[in-house]
């Protein structure tokens, strides 16, 4: 991000939030109710670094009381958006949102890096174009160079920031998922309607053999599963990033694929995208000749556990896993979706597997999009506490359903040598639905 920008034009920017967001404001009671669920209040223990410590700032520089210095732009960048603050607010205070509000009229007013641009502006709408930036980072893979990085720990002699982001490269697929199957895929037994999988950038492009697996759940759950390849970005870095007017092109773009495409549901296996898109209703809902569309296609929305836990009906047989496994609970899952259950009750109907549940309520991994690379030494502090909490329950494999939380969780087991096997919701089940199937 730029570092430099007109304090008076960002303090002005604030002056026009709107009544909802400045009403957020206003309602915070000072309780401190939010403060033990804060991960940078955990990890600093200051009030500048809480929610309410944020929000009370954002009311400081709306009222003109305190300048939108360098400094309050650091605290607002601290925030990791995992939303745990809204979850337990009694006041209903979104101070994770009020975040990324103050950001967007922060990067309005400063410079943009060309390489944010570029991001942002371009590579993000076209997922072909994402795949063709990885290429550097599979070449580097295939040719061996990578396992003699790693042999040796090269990178960490240059840069522990270089070291952490080559650590934190997962194998890449030899093509994205999008290249590999074909647009419609049957259901597996009699028909029960269609579902539109959204394909997400990170797992198309990263982990497609995990979306192939959701894929077959879903077949095997009796759905036809539509996967329009033109998807773009849902957009959560954008909105991170303070960046609105490509946000809202690619959103208006995924909201008129899937209705083209006339499926019952939208389903996705990315905690991240599906906290998005259902938040499109929202965003167009002061834009007339959009809000109803926006409206039908939020209101199909699913996560790929919510929609299993809702459609697989008590005779569908679990084959039998014999693991000791504990649930990460994505932020976006926990506290965007407010979804809990879904993942746990899937969980528990695979007979022999031994669930255990995280004692930490629902703590963020530290991975937040980026932040674990913009932030990285606050992101490994509270990636320590999660391990810690992990290591309570003694699993031998963690299992998850978001991206980067698989990344930033398999990087923690290799860095503190767990030797943990972290997967996908959507592998386990798989493992266990055609194992069931056999059994039939
Ligand atoms: S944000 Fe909510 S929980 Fe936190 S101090 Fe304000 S009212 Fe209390
Ligand atoms: S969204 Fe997360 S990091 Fe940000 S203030 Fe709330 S609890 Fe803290």
Redesign the pocket.
């Known amino acids: 991000m730029g570092k430099h920008f007109d304090q008076d034009k960002v303090a002005a920017a604030f002056s026009t939030l709107d009544v909802h967001d400045y009403g957020d404001v206003l ?9 033990s669920s804060c991960p940078t209040y955990r990890t600093d223990g200051v009030e500048t670094q ?3 410590g944020r ?1 009370a700032m954002i009311k400081a520089v709306i009222d003109g009381k305190m300048k939108a210095s360098e400094e309050f732009v650091e605290h607002i960048y601290h925030c990791l958006d995992c939303r745990n ?1 809204q979850s ?4 209903g ?1 979104k ?1 994770g949102e009020l975040a990324l509000e103050a950001r967007y009229r922060i990067e309005q007013n400063r410079r943009q890096p060309l390489i944010k641009k570029f991001l942002l502006n371009y590579a993000i709408l076209d997922q072909k174009r994402l795949s063709r930036l990885l290429f550097p980072l599979k070449l580097y893979e295939i040719s061996g160079l990578q396992s003699l990085v790693r042999k040796y720990d090269i990178l960490n002699l240059f840069s522990e920031d270089l070291g952490f982001m080559e650590a934190l490269a997962p194998k890449l697929p030899s093509r994205p998922l999008s290249e590999q199957i074909p647009e419609e895929i049957p259901a597996i037994g009699p028909e029960r309607g269609r579902v539109g999988f959204f394909l997400g950038c990170a797992m198309n492009l990263i982990f497609a053999e995990t979306s192939r697996a959701t894929i077959e759940n879903l077949t095997l759950a009796g759905y036809r599963v539509i996967v329009p390849k033109e998807v773009q970005c849902c957009g959560t870095p954008n909105i991170a990033e303070g960046e609105r007017k490509v946000y809202r092109e690619m959103a208006e773009n995924t909201i008129r694929i899937f209705a083209d495409r006339r499926v019952d549901y939208v389903v996705t296996d990315c905690a991240a995208c599906g906290s998005e898109l259902k938040t499109y209703r929202e965003i167009f809902q002061k834009i007339p000749a959009f809000a109803a569309k926006a409206q039908e296609f939020s209101s199909k929305v699913r996560d790929v556990s919510e929609f299993l836990d809702s459609v697989l009906t008590p005779n569908v047989r679990f084959g039998p896993i014999s693991e000791t496994v504990c649930f990460h609970d994505p932020c976006h899952l926990r506290h965007g979706q407010r979804l809990i259950f879904p993942q746990r009750n899937l969980l528990k109907r695979i007979p022999q597997l031994d669930y255990r549940e995280l004692p930490d309520e629902g703590q963020c991994c530290g991975s937040a999009g980026i932040y674990n690379i913009t932030h990285r030494q606050r992101s490994m502090k509270i990636l320590e506490s999660k391990i810690e909490a992990i290591e309570k329950t003694q699993a031998k494999t963690v299992v998850s359903s978001n991206p980067g939380c698989l990344m930033q969780l398999n990087y923690g087991s290799g860095h503190w040598k767990k030797g943990w096997n972290v997967i996908h919701i959507s592998e386990i089940l798989n493992r266990s639905l055609i194992a069931g199937k056999k059994l039939d």
Do not use: D, E, N, Y
């Open positions: 309602q915070c009671m000072r309780c401190g109710l939010c403060l809480s929610p309410r929000v603050c337990v607010c009694p006041a205070v101070a």
